[in-house]
Each structure stands twice: as structure tokens, then as C-alpha cells.
């Protein structure tokens, strides 16, 4: 299985997908995350996204081998912006390549899961209203 | 005795990091520091955290020793 | 809610996804399928997709419809290529847009499950041991 | 009477396309062209069949005149 999983700083710094693509892997199940605006009523300015770096590494790694065991799995991508993020933007693109398709979606979306439970990146909102944390878990 | 931890998010911006949280012994478990923690910062009050002991994710009864590199981190919220 | 279904001729003749994206859908998410070899043991050479246009259109749009009435979706494509399709290359391109991404992933998936039921294009495989229409349904 | 079929993959690689059913009359139902299709082109056998009449799916009740277009389908197989 071939894992990539990186912290972008800048919008257009997403690499490209092409070269994860294989003629063995079918299937390619792609959540882009874009910054939403309005959200809860409010207009959002943009986003600000803080990770710990080393941990992100470590905890991509686990989950991963956890998907693999469960999942028939090729490939994983994970790709999030730190750094401010306006709305229209991206702010993560997780990708999972298999060989069918019903592995692939249901992995990408048990990733996206995993993603807001326990992968250390944090998410300050700035709106028309303020500003807050958004907190989500543990 | 003091155990230096890097705090991260809303965290962070609270307090700064790194922060040195007042312990009575090393090693102790990542709980009994979380505790500590909570005694010295009384502000974050019942805000749930996960801890990271050396760039991994750690359970409460995980040991911390002096050398060790520790983290607190408050609700994720990546995606 | 936006809609693009096209019938594709040519592997590079896919429409750019950006002039879907919009800051009102936080969620995208992209089924992109592959030709995939080997595939029950036989190394595939090409596929030979063939599709009833008139048809396609309205039972895309009936399927659209259908998605709208069971989830927030803002936006479906559903891009598919006719002729021969290389192992390697894309075959189809499904993306569902909606504000959540529960809804985008549950979305896609059941368009790529209706695509396989009722959307009338036809395969044909070509491989090292001859070439069989593939039968999926009805 | 004749009624001009269209067909699709591996039915119009058989038989070419359009075809033309033996009907004996007009109006028939779906169901009733089927029937008339499978007599005379009996390689098809259980081969299951869906059916489009003006570009939409239909049902076997559904009737059929002899201005409309219509299409025999073999199971289907896109992605």
C-alpha cells in the first residue's frame, strides 16, 4: 500500500493525483473539503489551520494500517492546508485507490472520520460575528 | 518539579506553549499529569484532551518520564 | 442544483471539476473509475464502451431527481467515456457537491450503483483470452 | 405488421440495428413486444431486456403505437 500524506501551506501547493493513479487500482474515491461559507448564519472570512506536525505523521501511519486491515487498499492520499484558508478554498483532499469501488468509498469516508477524531490539526473560524475555535473531539 | 508540555490551538493561544506544569514525581501517568495540568490551568476546567507522548498518541495510564516529549492536545478538528 | 452529464470521446476531452466548486459546497467528493487490469485473471487490453445518448440524458436526469428528493446535494456530474477506453485510463468520472460531506459520499456512491443499473451504456472487454460483453443488469 | 426496433450492445452486434419485430397489431404493450421479439430472434433466449419507448424507460404495461421510437436494452454494464 503507498501512503502519502503531507501539510500544505499554500493553495496551490496540492500536488497532483496522477501519479498515484495505477491500471490495478479501479477505483478512486476523492472527498475534497472546501471552506464553506455561510455556516451556522454566519459569513465566514476564512479559516486558520494549526497541526502538530510529527503527530500528524504518526497518527496517518496508524490509521492507515488500521484501513488496510480492513479495506482493500492500494493507495491513500491525505493532503491538508495549514495556514489561512479562505472560503471557495481547499482545506483537505483525502483520496483512497483500490481495486473495486465499494472499498474505496467506504475507506475514504471512514478516513474522513478518522481525520476530524483524532488526527492533531486544529481549526480557528473567523466570521462576520468573531472568532472561535471549532471543536469537534475528542 | 516541573514537566515542560507543548500545547497546541485553542490551548496555545491561551496559555503559550511550551507550558510547565508543576508535578510531584517522574515518571507519572499521562492521567495523573492531565490532572496536574488541570490543577495549574484552572480556565480549561472540563475541556477534554488527548495526550502525545514522543510525536505518538498515549492512554491514561501511559507512563511519562522526564526525557520524555509531551504534548496536550485540545479537541481536533481537522477536515 | 447543478447538473453535467456528458458522454465522453476522447481521455482528454474530461471537463475540468473547478466550475462546479462553489463556497456554498464544503463537500465534493469524486468517483473517478479506472480501467482496470487484470481483471479475473486475464490481462485486459481495452474496454469498448457503447451508449444510448437520448436515453442517458433522461435517465441521468431521473436519477438526479431521485438524489435530490434523499439528499442535500448542490451539484451532480457524471462524466462517462464511449469508445475504447486503455487499462489505466478514466471511464468514468461521478462527483456529487453538497454542503455536508455525509450526504456527498452517500450521494456518489448510490449514482454509481444507478449507473450500474439502469444507465444505458454498454461494455465490451477485450482481453488476452478474447472479448465478452459484460453483463451487469437488469 | 413490422415494428422497427432499435438495439444496443451485444443484441445489436447479433442482430444489427434497427430490427424489425413481427407485431399482430397496434397498440401492444411492452410486455407483448418482448414476447414477439424473443420468438423471433430465439438466441436471446432469458437474455433479460430492458425497454425505452421516445428516448424513456418503460414498463411492460406500457403501451406502444406505432409512431414511437423504441429500443431494446441488454443489461447494462457503464463504469
Redesign the interface.
Given at each position: 500500500m503507498k501512503t502519502d500524506f503531507q501539510l500544505i501551506a499554500h493553495a496551490n501547493d496540492f500536488p497532483d493525483l496522477e501519479q498515484f493513479?495505477?491500471?490495478?487500482?479501479?477505483?478512486?474515491?476523492?472527498?475534497?473539503?472546501?471552506?464553506?461559507?455561510p455556516n451556522k448564519g454566519s459569513e465566514v472570512l476564512y479559516l486558520e489551520?494549526?497541526?502538530?506536525e510529527?503527530?500528524f505523521h504518526?497518527?496517518m501511519n496508524?490509521i492507515a494500517e488500521s484501513l488496510e486491515s480492513q479495506f482493500q487498499i492500494n493507495a491513500i492520499v491525505l493532503h491538508?492546508r495549514i495556514g489561512r484558508v479562505l472560503?471557495?478554498e481547499l482545506?483537505?483532499v483525502a483520496v483512497v485507490y483500490s481495486?473495486h469501488?465499494?472499498d474505496?468509498?467506504e475507506a475514504?469516508?471512514a478516513l474522513?472520520n478518522e481525520?476530524?477524531?483524532?488526527?492533531?490539526?486544529?481549526?480557528?473560524e473567523f466570521n462576520s460575528d468573531g472568532s472561535f475555535?471549532?471543536?469537534?473531539?475528542? | 518539579m516541573k514537566k515542560e508540555v507543548?500545547l497546541?490551538?485553542?490551548l496555545?493561544?491561551q496559555y503559550g506553549s511550551p507550558v510547565f506544569v508543576e508535578v510531584s514525581d517522574l515518571p507519572i501517568s499521562a492521567k495523573e499529569l492531565i490532572v496536574a495540568f488541570r490543577m495549574q490551568f484552572q480556565e480549561v476546567q472540563d475541556l477534554?484532551?488527548?495526550i502525545?507522548k514522543n510525536?505518538?498518541?498515549i492512554q491514561d495510564v501511559d507512563l511519562i518520564d522526564s526525557t520524555d516529549h509531551i504534548?496536550l492536545?485540545?479537541?481536533?478538528?481537522?477536515?
Open positions: 493513479r495505477s491500471e490495478r487500482s479501479g477505483a478512486e474515491v476523492v472527498f475534497n473539503g472546501i471552506v464553506r461559507t489551520f494549526e497541526a502538530y510529527a503527530l504518526n497518527e496508524r491538508h472560503p471557495g482545506a483537505v481495486q469501488r465499494k474505496a468509498f475514504c469516508e474522513m481525520l476530524k477524531s483524532t488526527v492533531p490539526i486544529w481549526k480557528k475555535w471549532v471543536s469537534q473531539t475528542p | 507543548q497546541f490551538g485553542m496555545k493561544e477534554p484532551f488527548l502525545a510525536h505518538f498518541m504534548a492536545l485540545p479537541p481536533v478538528s481537522g477536515g
